[in-house]
């Protein structure tokens, strides 16, 4: 059975894992500007305060794990107040070893192991639109376990590194992920999988995107009238169905071009175009620019970079 989380993060290649550790004690609060790569936490022990921008506030406890697939800005504190210290993660990024907020002697009141991976996929804002912007799961002890491997894994020189931790974070992500695939979750992706219906509708779109889908089609497939189904999945997905199904066949276009290794004609056979002018005219009005040139650009970045 097709799966659609897994397509998509197979599209994003997560890899290239940095870990480190955190702590706090007394009167301490910090602010960090915007990232923009995926970053993660765990707490080990203790807890703490995390407001990140456009969120809720969260009081965080042992084994509670928060994954922030974009990384906006977020204010991370002690229970008791404090003015927080700005601090800009691009260059926190790259500190190592333990990292202590607030008092500096005596045992932490928090105790946090976190870290950031990066995505492959160069274009990757299109896929990271459909998840939420953040992910908290309470006592899950399988993530527990999946960041205390990852952060030994980062930390060694063992053969196999890179493969293993790239391995790991796809686990990471998908098990994260699916713990919050529920009616619950905001609209997105993970919302419409957790809905019986509208799931086999988007299972059917990732398994044969060359199929030249309608609205009714997928209503059938999903078993509801043409406007129950419609009004469902853009309640549910954030999205219309066949706005979806344009997104996905052009995240799929733009990885079968970067690829380089078949023609624009056939490309758009595969994500369900008749003709390639009408795909390039698709592609164009989606992307901005034409396939070919799309296509030249990352080679010529490719080029530059080796």
Same mark, same amino acid.
């Given at each position: 059975?097709?799966?659609?989380?897994?397509?998509?993060?197979?599209?994003?290649?997560?890899?290239? =894992?940095?870990?480190?550790?955190?702590?706090?004690?007394?009167?301490?609060?910090?602010?960090?500007?915007?990232?923009?790569?995926?970053?993660?936490?765990?707490?080990?022990?203790?807890s703490c305060r995390l407001v990140?921008?456009?969120?809720?506030?969260?009081?965080?406890?042992?084994?509670?794990?928060?994954?922030?697939?974009?990384?906006?800005?977020?204010?991370?504190?002690?229970?008791?107040?404090?003015?927080?210290?700005?601090?800009?993660?691009?260059?926190?990024?790259?500190?190592?070893?333990?990292?202590?907020?607030?008092?500096?002697?005596?045992?932490?009141? =928090?105790?946090?192991?976190?870290?950031?991976?990066?995505?492959g996929n160069e274009d990757s804002?299109?896929?990271?639109?459909?998840?939420?912007?953040?992910?908290?799961?309470?006592?899950?002890?399988?993530?527990?376990?999946?960041?205390?491997?990852?952060?030994?894994?980062?930390?060694?020189?063992?053969?196999?590194?890179?493969?293993?931790?790239?391995?790991?974070?796809?686990?990471?992500? =998908?098990?994260?992920?699916?713990?919050?695939?529920?009616?619950?979750?905001?609209?997105?992706?993970?919302?419409?999988?957790?809905?019986?219906?509208?799931?086999?509708?988007?299972?059917?779109?990732?398994?044969?995107?060359?199929?030249?889908?309608?609205?009714?089609?997928?209503?059938?497939?999903?078993?509801?009238?043409?406007?129950?189904?419609?009004?469902?999945?853009?309640?549910?997905?954030? =999205?219309?169905?066949?706005?979806?199904?344009?997104?996905?066949?052009?995240?799929?276009?733009?990885?079968?071009?970067?690829?380089?290794?078949?023609?624009?004609?056939?490309?758009?056979?595969?994500?369900?175009?008749?003709?390639?002018?009408?795909?390039?005219?698709?592609?164009?009005?989606?992307?901005?620019?034409?396939?070919?040139?799309?296509?030249?650009?990352?080679a010529n970045q490719n080029a530059?970079?080796?």
């Amino acid at each position: 059975m097709v799966d659609p989380l897994s397509d998509v993060i197979g599209l994003l290649r997560p890899q290239t =894992v940095f870990t480190k550790g955190i702590s706090g004690a007394g009167r301490w609060g910090v602010r960090y500007g915007e990232f923009g790569h995926p970053s993660f936490a765990i707490v080990i022990e203790g807890s703490c305060r995390l407001v990140v921008d456009g969120q809720a506030e969260l009081m965080l406890q042992a084994g509670d794990f928060v994954l922030l697939p974009t990384t906006p800005g977020f204010t991370m504190s002690g229970l008791e107040p404090a003015t927080p210290e700005f601090i800009d993660p691009h260059i926190a990024a790259t500190a190592t070893g333990e990292v202590r907020h607030g008092r500096q002697e005596g045992p932490p009141a =928090v105790r946090i192991l976190g870290g950031y991976f990066i995505f492959g996929n160069e274009d990757s804002s299109l896929l990271l639109s459909l998840l939420p912007d953040q992910i908290h799961v309470r006592g899950v002890e399988r993530l527990s376990t999946l960041v205390k491997l990852l952060i030994e894994e980062a930390a060694s020189d063992h053969s196999g590194r890179t493969l293993v931790l790239t391995r790991l974070v796809e686990i990471l992500l =998908v098990e994260a992920l699916r713990l919050t695939q529920t009616t619950d979750a905001p609209a997105g992706l993970l919302r419409g999988l957790g809905d019986a219906r509208l799931a086999e509708a988007i299972r059917q779109m990732h398994s044969d995107p060359a199929r030249p889908w309608t609205m009714a089609d997928l209503a059938k497939k999903a078993a509801l009238s043409r406007s129950a189904f419609f009004d469902r999945f853009a309640r549910n997905v954030g =999205v219309p169905p066949m706005e979806y199904l344009l997104a996905w066949r052009m995240a799929l276009a733009k990885n079968l071009l970067r690829q380089q290794e078949i023609d624009i004609a056939e490309v758009a056979e595969r994500v369900g175009y008749g003709s390639a002018s009408t795909f390039s005219t698709a592609f164009s009005r989606y992307v901005g620019q034409p396939p070919g040139r799309y296509a030249r650009s990352f080679a010529n970045q490719n080029a530059a970079s080796s």
